[in-house]
């Protein structure tokens, strides 16, 4: 299977550019934000190419579960369960979204704020 897509993730997966990975499976890559926003914030993809979740379809119903409970094994795996944490993904413009390869931020180490800004 080709996996990555046309975006600098897709390089990072590839493994053309370097990243702090901190977590890999056959379909899942987590790797540490390059501009953290916490004191904890990493970054949990798919493997596959999905714009965002306004692009994903039925066919990735399980990928969106298995990414969702891998987030969490990432939080866990990095101690953050016990305090809590967010986890968010932004879509398009409004949501504030840069980088067209779904992700999810898992967010943690301080308290966060809601709503968020
Ligand atoms: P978003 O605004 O939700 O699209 O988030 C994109 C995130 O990707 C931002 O938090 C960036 O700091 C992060 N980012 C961009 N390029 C890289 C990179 N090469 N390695 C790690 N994180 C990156």
């Keep these: 299977m080709t996996h990555g897509g046309d975006t600098i993730f897709g390089k990072i ?4 550019i370097p990243a702090q990975i901190v977590y890999e499976t056959e379909r899942v890559l987590a790797f540490r934000d390059i501009n953290p926003v916490a004191p904890t ?8 190419p999905i714009p965002s979740v306004a692009a994903a ?15 969490a094994e990432v939080a866990r ?3 953050l369960e016990e305090g809590g944490y967010r986890v968010v993904t932004n879509i ?5 979204q840069t980088v067209f390869h779904l992700h999810l ?7 966060c704020q809601w709503p968020p800004g």
């Design 13 to 16: 997966i590839r493994k053309e």
């Design 41 to 48: 914030h990493i970054l949990v993809i798919p493997k596959k």
């Design 57 to 71: 379809t039925a066919e990735d119903k399980e990928l969106l579960g298995e990414l969702l409970l891998e987030a």
């Design 77 to 79: 795996r990095e101690g």
């Design 92 to 96: 398009g413009y409004n949501g504030g």
């Design 105 to 111: 931020h898992i967010i943690g180490g301080r308290h």
